[in-house]
Structures are given as structure tokens and as C-alpha cells.
């Protein structure tokens, strides 16, 4: 007489043998892309932004059946980060200024736990360290302590470290790992998201008013920070809309905008209903 409950176990035996053969076949073909690129002499980033935010839209669109979606979205962070490490190995320089639990659940969600997570006291700290660096990623709060000024500094010069993803990538209430951060990198000229561009201006002044005339045009006030000199933001913008099209927003607002400057660019935000 057959027994189903065991005839079961071994249909699940069957799929977890598959998914580990599969895991094992991936892993080849990593290996040859990483012997392709040298024989191409192909010195670019190991990190695509762009390919990513194309899979983890897939991912988290796809009927995910009795599983939350919690799952398929960390199992495929932890491949892909995973899998870049298997090409170029990197450490995580993760900003512990908001404590060190949240910002480690959030590194480990998204990068798995082969990738070595390095402790820093703040975002400033994480930008020295990945300027300092060869090829490794810094992960800081968007939300720095107050009196941390223009934090963001330090990504405007032309070689220092730009901003190349904002995390989660698929915002909704209750994710495990939901704390808002940017991921930054070496400058790079390929592979990125460049849907959403993150930059700074110079205002002469800053005035409430600047919150909502940006909104007005799709503009996100990230961060804000004033001196004698005046006042200076960090400002999320859609691609279309030119630093001109901000200027003109931030003087209506009575704010007199100078300079502009890109720090980087990431994924458009993807905002989930709850399930």
C-alpha cells in the first residue's frame, strides 16, 4: 500500500535536488562570464544596479503562491550579491549611527552573509571608507542625526564614491528589512539605474516652502542642512526633470538655488500594497 505523506517527501527531495543542481549550473556560467570579461579585457564594474532593479521587479510581480514575498526577494538578493562576490570579492562598510542591529538585518537581507559587513560610525565614515577602498559598497541611513550636516559631501567630487541604489527596492509596510539606505560605490559607467538621479544644490536661503515646490514637480527633499552660507539639500529627481526645471521650482519658493551637482543615480522606487 503506498504511503502519500512519503511519496510527498520525495516529490519535495526531487525539487530541492533540482534547485541545488540549478544553483551549481549558475554558478558556471558566472564563471565563464568572469573569463569572458578577461579575455575582453574588460576592466568595468562588477556591479550592475540596472540588472538588478530588471530582476527584483520580475521577482516581486511573479505569483508567489504560499510564500510571502519576503522569500524570493531575499533569495534572490543574497544569489545575485553572492554571485558578484564569486567575481570580485568586496565588503559592505554599513553606517551603524541609527544602531547596529537594524543596518546589519538590512545588509544581511540584501547581501547575504558570505559578504564581509565592516561597521562604520556614520555616513561620512562610509563614504571615507569606500573612497579609501578598491571595489567595495558602503550602505548609510537616509535619515543621518541631526547636526550631521551636508553628510552628502563627500559624494560630489568628480572621483568620489556615487550613489548607485536605494534599499529595500520594493518598499511596503512590514518588510523585514525595510530600513531606508543608500548603497554607494566607486564611479562607475556602466550598469547603472539611472531612473532616479540623487542630487545637491546650494540655496542662498532655505524656506518650508521648498519642501512642497519640489513635490510639485515629482522632486523628493531628501535631507536638508543650513550655515551661514545659506542652506544646502539633497534632492531625489525623476531623469526628465532638469536641474533647471529645479531651479526654477526652488526660486518660486523664494530659495535662490546656485549650484548643482550629481551624486548618483538608483532604481525608481517601487512601492508595494500590503499583503
Known amino acids: 500500500m503506498s504511503n502519500p505523506l512519503l ?51 520580475r521577482i516581486v ?18 544569489i545575485l550579491a553572492t554571485s558578484t562576490y564569486t567575481q570580485v570579492p568586496y565588503t559592505v562598510h554599513a553606517d551603524v549611527s541609527g544602531g547596529e542591529t537594524p543596518i546589519r538585518e538590512s545588509m544581511r537581507f540584501h547581501f547575504g552573509f558570505t559578504v564581509p559587513f565592516a561597521p562604520a560610525s556614520d555616513a561620512k565614515a562610509v ?16 535619515a543621518q542625526a541631526p547636526g550631521s550636516g551636508a553628510w552628502w559631501e563627500g559624494l560630489a567630487a568628480a572621483g568620489a564614491p556615487k550613489i548607485i541604489a536605494r534599499l529595500p ?9 525595510g530600513l531606508p ?19 545637491s544644490l546650494q540655496l542662498e536661503r532655505w524656506r518650508p516652502e521648498a519642501r512642497i515646490a519640489l513635490a510639485e514637480i515629482g522632486a523628493e527633499l531628501v535631507a536638508s542642512a543650513g550655515n551661514a552660507q545659506g542652506a544646502q539639500v539633497l534632492v531625489a529627481h525623476e531623469t ?10 526652488l526660486n518660486g519658493a523664494k530659495c535662490a538655488p546656485s549650484r548643482y551637482a550629481e551624486l548618483g543615480c538608483h532604481a525608481r522606487r517601487l512601492a508595494l500594497p500590503p499583503r
Not at 519535495?12 to 565563464?32: P, S
Not at 527596492?169 to 528589512?177: C, N, Q
Not at 539606505?181 to 542630487?199: D, F, S, W
Not at 526628465?240 to 521650482?249: G, H, N, S, V
Open 181 to 199: 539606505v543608500y548603497v554607494i560605490a566607486k564611479p562607475q559607467n556602466e550598469g547603472l539605474a539611472r531612473e532616479t538621479i540623487v542630487a
Open 61 to 78: 510581480h511573479k505569483p508567489a503562491g504560499r510564500w510571502p514575498v519576503d522569500t524570493p526577494e531575499n533569495i534572490w538578493r543574497v
Open 240 to 249: 526628465a526633470t532638469t536641474p533647471e526645471m529645479l531651479t526654477a521650482a
Open 169 to 177: 527596492f520594493a518598499e511596503r509596510a512590514g518588510h523585514p528589512a
Open 127 to 142: 563614504i571615507r571608507a569606500v573612497d579609501e577602498a578598491t571595489g567595495d559598497l558602503g550602505v548609510f541611513l537616509l
Open 7 to 57: 511519496a510527498l517527501r520525495h516529490e519535495i527531495d526531487r525539487i530541492d535536488n533540482a534547485m541545488h543542481a540549478l544553483l551549481v549550473e549558475r554558478g558556471d556560467v558566472v564563471a565563464r562570464v568572469i573569463e569572458a570579461k578577461r579575455a575582453a579585457g574588460d576592466v568595468g564594474s562588477a556591479f550592475r544596479p540596472d540588472r538588478e532593479a530588471e530582476l527584483m521587479r
